[in-house]
């Protein structure tokens, strides 16, 4: 179908990242990190879509082929819309700490960004200043600028740094129908 003029694309109705891990992880903090970089690139998705979340869900898998066949996730709905990275972070790292068993081997971790409304349509807390959310959101801005500006410098203390260690891309098949750069290139001589 073709779009008329003055016509958008319907916004996201939610957001999910999740990655399977390289290895198995049986350390909470290790998990932590990841759902760090989890939830900042969900916000920043959000931001560039001028969209809050009202709601996250956190899911943790075993691995299936082994005998271990752990599955467990926790939702959180928050007070008020947000796209503030470390007011989510505080919700999920909550979430995390509820589905977390101790000695399991965690094959797989996501997050889920949902109930998504647009960020101009904004509730006021009425317990905290309009002051306080106005430097919230400069200070995101400011963040989110100099990373577009300079390819994402500024990360999170705890944010996974090196993709490599849980991304398992490198399975993944070349997108020859839908990337240029991938695109075979033949030589006749």
Not at 47 to 74: I, M, P, T, W
Not at 81 to 106: A, H, M, Q, R, W
Not at 144 to 156: R, S
Request: aromatic share 12%; charged share 25%.
């Amino acid at each position: 179908a073709v779009l008329e003029e003055g016509m958008s694309h319907t916004k996201r109705k939610s957001i999910i990242l999740s990655r399977t891990f390289r290895g198995d992880v049986y350390d909470k903090e290790e998990l932590k990190s990841y759902l760090t970089s989890f939830v900042s690139t969900a916000c920043e998705k959000l931001r560039e879509d001028g969209l809050n979340a009202k709601a996250a869900n956190v899911y943790l898998r075993g691995n299936y082929h082994k005998a271990n066949k752990y599955f467990n996730s926790q939702t959180i709905y928050f007070d008020l819309p947000t796209s503030y990275t470390p007011t989510l972070l505080t919700y999920v790292n909550e979430c995390l700490d509820k589905i977390f068993v101790e000695g399991y081997p965690y094959k797989q971790m996501g997050v889920c960004l949902y109930d998504l409304t647009p960020s101009t349509h904004n509730q006021i807390n009425m317990f905290e200043s309009e002051s306080t959310t106005s430097k919230h959101h400069e200070v995101i801005q400011a963040v989110d600028d100099l990373n577009q500006k300079w390819g994402g410098i500024i990360k999170i203390a705890r944010e996974v740094r090196n993709q490599t260690l849980y991304d398992v891309r490198h399975m993944m098949s070349q997108r020859y129908t839908t990337s240029w750069k991938e695109l075979l290139s033949v030589r006749a001589s």
